[in-house]
Structure formats: structure tokens, C-alpha cells
């Protein structure tokens, strides 16, 4: 591939990721808030990592895009190329780090609320 105009290659490209010392809790939960990304927390929770595809997100390509944005720039997925492919990990270890529990909570929720929504 040509380098670009930093001299990288193109087939090196970085998406930005915060420190763990970055990390706010209001922007964590306000990515945790969505359905949509909570279904996508929930699918990493479950795999360790797995590609944008392969997720499956009933949504467009954009809005799916967005969610998984959203989730990274608030430092709870960690995103990188393999490809073309953007594979994505949950920040479990970062994340309990700073917010102690707050992921098992979160995760414990939602099975909770899942169980709850499916007997009714």
C-alpha cells in the first residue's frame, strides 16, 4: 500500500481509543443507555471479540457504525482493522479498573431485564 501523507501505510490505519484515565462516567453510561448498544456490549460480553458484522445489528450500516462509535470513544470497546473488517473487544479490564462492578452490574441488569421482558 502507498503511505499517506504521514507516511503510515494505509493498511495501518488507528482508530483513537481514551486512556483509562480519560474515562467518564457519565459518557460510559450514556453509551451503555442505548438498546442497541447494550446489545452490542452484551454480544462482546458473550465473545470475546467479534467483527461489526458478525454482531448483527438489526440497523443500517451508518447507525451501526455510529453505535459502535459511540461505544468506543466513551472507552467501552476497543476497535481495530483486521482487513477491512473493524473487530471489536469489550474493555472489561479498563473499565472494572475505573468503575469498579459497573460492568457486571450493567451486564446482571440486562439478562435481568431480558428474563423480565420474555415471561411477559
Do not use: W
Not at 502507498?2 to 493498511?11: I, K, L, M, R
Not at 470497546?77 to 479498573?97: C, F, M, P, S
Amino acid at each position: 500500500m502507498a503511505p499517506d501523507s504521514a507516511g503510515t501505510s494505509t493498511s495501518e490505519r488507528q482508530l483513537e481509543h481514551p486512556e483509562p484515565a480519560d474515562f467518564r462516567l457519565e459518557a460510559v453510561l450514556h453509551a451503555c443507555s442505548d438498546p442497541m448498544r447494550l446489545l452490542i456490549i452484551q454480544a462482546l460480553a458473550a465473545d470475546a471479540a467479534a467483527s461489526c458484522a458478525r454482531i448483527g445489528l438489526a440497523c443500517s450500516k451508518s447507525t451501526a457504525t455510529y453505535h459502535f462509535r459511540v461505544l468506543r470513544e466513551a472507552g467501552v470497546i476497543t476497535q481495530h482493522y483486521q482487513g477491512t473488517a473493524k473487530v471489536n473487544e469489550l474493555r472489561r479490564v479498563d473499565l472494572d479498573a475505573v468503575f469498579p462492578g459497573l460492568l457486571d452490574a450493567l451486564l446482571a441488569s440486562a439478562a435481568a431485564q431480558s428474563a423480565r421482558t420474555t415471561e411477559a
